[in-house]
């Protein structure tokens, strides 16, 4: 409140407001920064990589997503249908881009959200397995309002990976919302419980439930940069010298 004081006082008297409007405008002011405060604390504790958001996202490189239905979706309709979000896509198309902004934009509106690759997400319910800590891990994500799991299935899951995966979402299901990205067609995402098909096919089915499905079909963002001329010449010259 303090940092504003200065200002509103001078708009109070050139303004000539009342005392009521003055304290009003001061309260305004209060709560604005403390919302802004929170949210900075959501994004700190979602762990989202630096400039994820829906405004830096370039849809121009993948003319058949419906960006319609994208912003549709960042209203955050799917945290009250309590249901996943799937994004399946080739290496490099903007999966995790997608799912953070996504992300971000559930964090602007109030919700609590953790962002964490498959790996690090199932590495802390094993590390809490050994600490005897797993009931409350477990707990702990099961009710955070958004959970993205990205690189869903890049490696296969092995006991107890896939019985953790699988107390996740079933603790989750129809309970909150969850984003899945994965670089597999949805028709091979089974494949991630090669050690245990019906627990893959249980899992899924819970997934799969309501979900919304998003598919990234486009050439890599991470195409390398052109190399310049000069580097091109120097390049030939070296070349030239190795191999007279």
Same mark, same amino acid.
């Given at each position: 409140?303090?940092?504003?004081?200065?200002?509103?006082?001078?708009?109070?008297?050139?303004?000539?407001?009342?005392?009521?409007?003055?304290?009003?405008?001061?309260?305004?002011?209060?709560?604005?920064?403390?919302?802004?405060?929170?949210?900075?604390?959501?994004?700190?504790?979602?762990?989202?990589?630096?400039?994820?958001?829906?405004?830096?996202?370039?849809?121009?490189?993948?003319?058949?997503?419906?960006?319609?239905?994208?912003?549709?979706?960042?209203?955050?309709?799917?945290? @009250? /249908?309590?249901?996943?979000? !799937? &994004? +399946?896509?080739?290496?490099?198309?903007?999966?995790?881009? #997608?799912?953070?902004? $996504?992300?971000?934009?559930?964090?602007?509106?109030?919700?609590?959200?953790?962002?964490?690759?498959?790996?690090?997400?199932?590495?802390?319910?094993?590390?809490?397995?050994?600490?005897?800590?797993?009931?409350?891990?477990?707990?702990?994500?099961?009710?955070?309002?958004?959970?993205?799991?990205?690189?869903?299935?890049?490696?296969?899951?092995?006991?107890?990976? @896939? /019985?953790?995966?699988?107390? !996740? &979402? +079933?603790?989750?299901?129809?309970?909150?919302?969850?984003? #899945?990205?994965?670089? $597999?067609?949805?028709?091979?995402?089974?494949?991630?419980?090669?050690?245990?098909?019906?627990?893959?096919?249980?899992?899924?089915?819970?997934?799969?439930?309501?979900?919304?499905?998003?598919?990234?079909?486009?050439?890599?963002?991470?195409?390398?940069?052109?190399?310049?001329?000069?580097?091109?010449?120097?390049?030939?010259?070296?070349?030239?010298?190795?191999?007279?």
């Amino acid at each position: 409140m303090l940092d504003s004081l200065e200002q509103r006082n001078r708009q109070a008297i050139d303004g000539q407001l009342a005392y009521t409007e003055f304290l009003a405008m001061l309260l305004h002011d209060e709560v604005a920064r403390r919302d802004q405060k929170k949210l900075g604390t959501r994004l700190a504790r979602a762990g989202f990589a630096m400039g994820k958001t829906l405004e830096t996202f370039d849809f121009d490189r993948l003319p058949n997503l419906n960006r319609t239905h994208i912003h549709d979706l960042a209203t955050g309709r799917y945290i @009250d /249908e309590k249901v996943a979000i !799937l &994004i +399946a896509g080739p290496t490099g198309t903007g999966k995790s881009h #997608l799912a953070q902004a $996504l992300g971000n934009c559930a964090a602007r509106q109030g919700h609590d959200v953790v962002f964490a690759t498959q790996t690090r997400l199932l590495n802390s319910l094993q590390a809490a397995r050994a600490t005897g800590t797993y009931e409350r891990k477990l707990k702990q994500l099961a009710t955070v309002p958004v959970l993205i799991v990205d690189d869903f299935a890049l490696k296969p899951l092995r006991s107890p990976q @896939d /019985e953790d995966f699988h107390d !996740l &979402i +079933a603790e989750r299901y129809e309970a909150a919302a969850t984003i #899945l990205t994965s670089n $597999l067609d949805f028709s091979e995402w089974g494949e991630a419980f090669a050690g245990n098909r019906i627990l893959g096919a249980a899992t899924l089915d819970r997934l799969r439930h309501g979900a919304y499905r998003i598919v990234l079909d486009g050439d890599s963002f991470r195409t390398p940069k052109p190399m310049p001329e000069a580097d091109h010449k120097r390049l030939a010259k070296s070349a030239k010298k190795t191999h007279p």
